[in-house]
């Protein structure tokens, strides 16, 4: 058997990938009540990608199973992490290495998890060549080994080709061209059919099966030796490829032809025998001389001794006559090989590090869960909350109890004592004051934070269009335009979140000076204030028949109010573990129907409660009609109107609502603008590697395009390589597939919910927390992220860095800077000397198919 082939690995580079990827792993999957630590896992895959990507530089079969573990490691992340939410820049070199020659790249960095798949299946299969080429020829172990090895090989170098394009939405390096890939499939498909033409002749198997053994490696040899001699690839192979497929094209087709020649001499076919012979004579010196060197020569030397023997007897004995060889029956084909499929897992022992992650697509019919359900809840809530709210304010209006509580016109009414103990112990006035304060400093740090992503923004963006400008068409890296709408997009509906939240501000102030006065006084002793209260008539009714009614419709407005509370507990505490259910459909239908799946499970849920807060609204309107009619015969009954006293007990009773309704805003607020601050932040340091990255790519095509600039002076080599044949130019060349980006998933919004200050919702885009109705500030949950992208780790604002006027970047030693410290600067470029011609140039025009 003669040597084989192997494809040469792309070199890869060093680089951190433990804190992005626990940045990612926190802020896409951790939250402040479920935290996810998976530092561990993170550092042993750091770990086996080092050893993965240098030990198969080994070739050894050992270094197989290495490398299979890490790309299974990669294709369960890919599976769970969208691949363009790790800002890693990747950077690979180009298998061949003659970028610096051809002005092709040499190397490419893409901040994808998809280019370092690709790269690393790329290395697998030029391994597995490896490996192949280095079994003995001896063993049948070994043998069956290599033809295992080449054909997986083969099947994914065709993957590639129909999968890299759209992988990497850009002009790859010159091995990952969908033209080299698919050349590269054809050799190791017509390898893993060599090693069973050697082992038909090795376990002396019938001459026809031999026959059409080597008949189907010779057509494969010649549709590798077509496709490496296109004009775009032959400056890419070493100078030895190309003359051993055409002389082991020719060499195969003579293998082939002499066996045929045996099965002839078997049949007494003596004149076919004696034109195959010396047909299978000539291939074999076409061989030789294509290649340069000495082809299956014990075969060779056979089919000379049969030929001057069966030359010698035909002269003597049979006097048969010689047919041309081109009308002779065409030999038969055997191909056992195939492409072997990409399977996953490849490892044997598989563990998956990172198995408790759930998959992309039911990590996004959780989010949109999440967000079908806090609308549900939202609305409920906010239709209670309302509905209370006018209930207080019907009782306000009608001074309620407080007028039924008074004794003797002098003392305050019990109520009103219990109201303004209440503000006292929940801090009073000065709280407030406190919190509200509070608010433009909180406002101001959400608005630099943005300011500042949005700067590195357009900064990268115009860089790259003035870089573009400049060198036109050369300037062949993916428009930062593009790259950048859904955060683009995303930075927009954060700054419309702040001019919401403004407007909430301002509607909060606005109750807060209304009702100042009266919380004031109930925030201090009552003793300071109670001689300020006007005195009341001392003929007050209070044993009028309407006061024991009013009294018993006062209890029921208590109860109400309880079983609020606790329908509104209900709603909030309410949960149901979707994700096994949406596991479960996953892996039975292959997809998810989230909103079919959700609405089920919400109606059955939630039904039960949505009908208590129908209820529960319903029954208020008759209360509400029976305490009007109760409080009028209580006036009429009274014989006289409220005075001033009850008009200042009416104003304190309305204070005390305004406070607790304030207190609770500002703190919903407060929480507002703290997770947003973390969102922001998150946001930001995206950004920031997505610059970064950027910044890299850029460094490393400038080069390139200085590089290429300084060797258009120069005199071009020749190329030694001769075009493609006519028996060549009956395939067409590949076409690499078109890219068709896939539309993602609809996410249920909630709504804005009536006349809310603080709805703070865009559509398309979370928030910290979603609105309840007709409160400035929503009642707190824990914070979906955003969908459509997925920013690395949240940090707490009190990292945010005042001086410097943005956050603190994780894991960049806290510098306030937009890219984080340190650099990754590109490999330098290698210049090549001029390939060297072959030891046997090939003939003018390419080598032909050898009939």
Known sequence: MAELLQVPLKKPSEIDVVKPFQNVIQSRFSTADEPVDYSDAINEFA???SNAIWKAFEKYESSLDIIYGYYDQLASIESK???NELQIPFKWKDAFDKGSIFGSRQSLTISSL???????????????SSVAANQSIESDEGLKLAVKLLQQSAGIFHHLKSTVMLSIQQDPTPDLNPDTLGALSALMLAQAQEIFVHKAIHDNMKDAIVAKLASSCEDLYNEALKIFQRENLKPLWDKEWIPIIAGKQAGFHAIAEFYQ????????????ELARLQHSVELFKASHQRSGRTLFNNIFLKAQRNLAEATKDNDFIYHERIPDVKTLEPLGKAQPVRLFPVQTPMS????????ELVPVAVHQALAAYDLRKQELVNAEIGRLRESTQVLNGALTVMNLPASIEMTDGKNLPPSIIEKANAVSDLGGYSKLQTLIDELPELLKRNKDILDETDRMLNEERESDDSLRAQFKEKWTRTPSSKLTEMLTSNSAKYRQLINNAINADKIVREKFEKHRQGMMMLSKPTSEWEGAIPRGNSEDCLNCGAVDTLRDLMEEVETLKAERDVIESELKSGAIDMKDKFMAALAQDGAISEPALSVELLGESYGPLQKQVRESIEKQDGLIQRIT???AQFMQERGSTAGKREEMMSSLAGAHDAFRELLNNLQEGTK???DLTQLLVAFQNKVSDYCFARKTEKEELLKDLTQESSRSTAPVPHSPFPSVDTYAKRDSPTTPPQNQAGSAPQVPQPSQGGNLPYPVQVQ???????PPANTPYPAYAAPPMPQGYNPYGTLPYQNYNYQSGYPQNPGYSGQPQAYPPGTYPPQGYYQQPPPQGYPQQPPPGGYPRQW
């Open 672 to 674: 507002f603008y703290n």
């Open 629 to 631: 009619d109760a409080n």
């Open 47 to 49: 770990k086996i990608r």
């Open 261 to 272: 020649s045996l099965v002839c001499r078997n049949q007494k076919l003596i004149g076919e």
């Open 764 to 770: 398309g885009m979370p928030v910290p927390f979603a």
């Open 114 to 128: 998809s280019y370092e798949k690709i790269c690393v299946l790329f290395n697998i299969a030029a391994l597995q």
């Open 348 to 355: 044997q022992n598989f563990k998956d590090l990172f198995g």
């Open 81 to 83: 992490i969208p691949p």
